[in-house]
């Protein structure tokens, strides 16, 4: 059964490893050509695809909890999901969790994963105390915070050996509910105020309409929320609804998305509301429905996510935003949100600046589109993130990330390039 | 809480089955051969749930010792679940006995052993449950593997037999029949996606089966179809057929 991404293109056919030990995984990555980690397959793209997969998936035991310290240790094929029904119950939560709980640990170090809080927790690079990893000869090191490793594989895209074990530090909490504020804007310039005003919250991110024109374009929900402190910790997480098969591609029509802008535009009455919610909903909404990439059809999808520096993200974000609403190929999610100050990691996605993340289904002129939204990106000195790229050219990678030769460099001296390799970094040269 | 004891512990589906069961609070005995093999999966599952989990010494086939380690056990388990079993290649089975009767052992014999000691404790305390994990190549013996499958025939008409008896002493017992499963038993094979059911789904499906007291449980779903099919055909020309 080969493996796919959940962006469901490209389609590839791949031979997959599986490994239950460390000396069965160094024995098998001997005798492979060339290599790359797949987790639970929740990156959009090409990066965690090649002719041969390590399926770190299965590789999911829990090592040691210390509830003093809250530093957890698990294999890197535990999936967020699995921590959470763990630790919740016992007062603690993940510091920094991505839109989706099924990802693995391993997946979400090597994509340097950040959340709605970006803006005061940064990456989840920031909450690895430690890993371990195995290189290209098949040697087993443990990485410290700080080291050169460390800032290499965190958002290193697998690239750098297989993460087998990591050390979490969690965060406590005193109940399963956010306090939510919904504030609704009516264009770009409202919804940057409203990021503003609402920064000192630990959670926060916009739906914005992409089909909205002329004034209206940004108008948005923005959702800003913390934890609540209610002592309710009965978690249990519910069953999910399912789609069974790959919906038509006509599915997707621009109907069905004003549609939808339309009613999460309208849930909140007034300018601001507030609500009580599940961190199931607040933080992973679209987890519910298992196999939600089946809507964009059998021709699969991809997610675009840029981001532009602070300084730039307004004009950039108008043009792209016109852009996008001209072309009628708006998508079903659009989300908007301000990140804090970035790291020191060679590849991590996040600047300080405002990033945004569109679906796309895969048709006709949409790769078209997306490099003239490239040239904008590049212009105002944003970049791509390449967890959810399928299709960025060599050259507007390069601008955007200054590190590039220093992984690269890296990789070379430590005859990485010649082990791991995923069609991306095939394609982008990493 | 309650202890549930889980036959043939090292298998993918039994190990699943054993999360589900932490993860909703019960404690756990894990029952295999070479049991120690299980320490780090003891650890996953202590930490990961906070439960309590006992390791069993257990070898399915050696019937003459499960009294002892059954009555053994500290606490009496509210619950059983027998996932031992065997598949060998059919071609082999056909030409050595030992093969043909490691598997007649592994899924039939040592499971009655093990379960008729079960029953008498359960139907005596009048609660608990048992969960017997068959599969559905005893539902009709084909050419591919039928030695395997006749064994599993076997146990499932004994728990359908036990059901009968246990009924009135309010202790439920549920068959599985899972089709296609991605575990270590089937690597190699190629196994059509929309058919083959993940362990941990499998888990699942028993787990609310079982909480929910129904009598056999079909996993993936559709296989309760498939079988029906497979069963309805007529002898004369099911016999001509390679399926």
Redesign the interface.
């Known amino acids: 059964m080969s493996l796919q991404s959940w962006g469901m293109y490209p389609t590839v056919e791949n031979e997959v490893i599986k490994f239950s030990s460390e000396a069965e995984l160094k024995e098998k990555l001997g005798t492979a050509d060339e290599l790359i980690a797949n987790g639970n397959g929740r990156s959009y793209g090409d990066s965690a695809l090649a002719d041969t997969l390590v399926h770190t998936k299965p590789y999911d035991y829990f090592l040691d909890f210390d509830e003093v310290t809250g530093i957890l240790d698990v294999q890197a094929g535990v999936l967020l999901s699995e921590i959470l029904e763990g630790v919740v119950k016992r007062g603690w939560f993940l510091k920094v969790t991505p839109g989706t709980k099924l990802i693995t640990v391993g997946g979400a170090i090597a994509s340097d994963i950040h959340g709605k809080n970006h803006h005061i927790e940064g990456c989840f690079s920031e909450c690895v105390e430690e890993f371990t990893l195995m290189l290209a000869d098949g040697e087993v090191v443990s990485v410290k915070k700080g080291e050169e490793l460390f800032l290499a594989t965190c958002g290193g895209m697998g690239l750098t050996g297989v993460i087998l074990t990591a050390k979490l530090s969690l965060k406590k909490i005193n109940s399963q509910f956010i306090n939510q504020t919904t504030i609704k804007t009516k264009n770009l310039k409202e919804t940057f105020a409203a990021f503003e005003e609402y920064k000192h919250l630990p959670y926060s991110v916009a739906w914005i309409d992409c089909l909205a024109k002329d004034e209206n374009i940004g108008k948005s929900l923005l959702m800003a929320g913390e934890f609540a402190d209610d002592g309710d910790l009965r978690y249990k997480p519910k069953s999910k609804l399912n789609i069974p098969f790959n919906f038509p591609s006509f599915a997707l029509n621009t109907l069905s998305v004003k549609a939808f802008n339309w009613l999460y535009y309208w849930k909140s009455q007034d300018g601001v509301s507030k609500q009580r919610v599940h961190f199931d909903s607040f933080f992973y909404p679209l987890d519910s429905i298992r196999n939600w990439n089946r809507i964009y059809g059998k021709n699969g999808f991809t997610q675009y996510q840029f981001i532009l520096p602070k300084e730039s993200s307004f004009d950039g974000l108008e043009r792209i935003l016109e852009k996008i609403s001209q072309s009628g190929k708006g998508s079903f999610l659009a989300v908007l949100k301000l990140y804090g100050k970035k790291n020191e990691n060679y590849l991590s996605f996040p600047i300080e600046g405002y990033s945004l993340a569109l679906d796309f289904k895969i048709e006709k002129g949409l790769f078209e589109l997306l490099d003239e939204l490239d040239a904008i990106v590049v212009e105002c000195g944003g970049r791509i993130y390449l967890t959810k790229d399928v299709r960025v050219s060599k050259e507007t990678f390069e601008q955007g990330y200054e590190k590039i030769e220093t992984f690269r460099k890296f990789r070379k001296e430590n005859k990485m390039d010649e082990k791991f390799n995923s069609i991306q970094s095939k394609r982008l040269g990493l | 809480m309650s202890y549930v004891l889980i036959v043939g512990a090292k298998s993918d589906i039994a190990k699943e089955t054993a999360r589900v069961y932490a ?1 909703n609070g019960y404690s756990l005995y894990l029952a295999a051969r070479n049991v120690t093999d299980l320490e ?2 003891k ?2 599952l202590e ?4 439960v309590k989990v006992e390791l069993v010494e257990l070898d399915i086939t050696a019937c003459e010792i499960h009294k002892e380690i059954y009555e053994g056990l500290k606490e009496k388990p509210f619950g059983v679940i027998v996932v031992s079993g065997y598949m060998t290649e059919q071609h082999k089975a056909e030409k050595e006995w030992s093969e043909s009767l490691n598997t007649i052992n592994v899924n039939y014999t040592g499971a009655v052993s093990l379960l008729n000691i079960v029953a008498n404790d359960f139907e005596e305390e009048k609660r608990g449950f048992i969960v017997g994990v068959s599969s559905v190549a005893g539902d009709r013996g084909r050419k591919t593997n039928y030695i395997y499958g006749s064994a599993k025939a076997a146990f499932s008409a004994y728990l359908s037999g036990l059901r009968n008896r246990l009924f009135e002493s309010g202790v439920s017992v549920l068959t599985v029949k899972p089709g296609f499963v ?1 575990t270590k038993m089937t690597e190699g094979l190629d ?1 059509p ?1 929309k058919l ?1 059911a993940e362990p941990n789904e499998v888990a699942q499906d028993i787990f609310t089966a079982q909480q929910a007291g129904k009598n056999t449980l079909y996993t993936k779903w559709i296989w309760r179809y498939i079988m029906l099919i497979i069963t309805t055909i007529p002898e004369f020309i099911f016999k001509k057929l390679s399926i």
Not at chain 2, 47 to 50: G, I, K, Q, Y
């Open positions: 993860k780090e999966f650890t996953d930490v990961r749930s906070s991605n196994l996606e083959t």
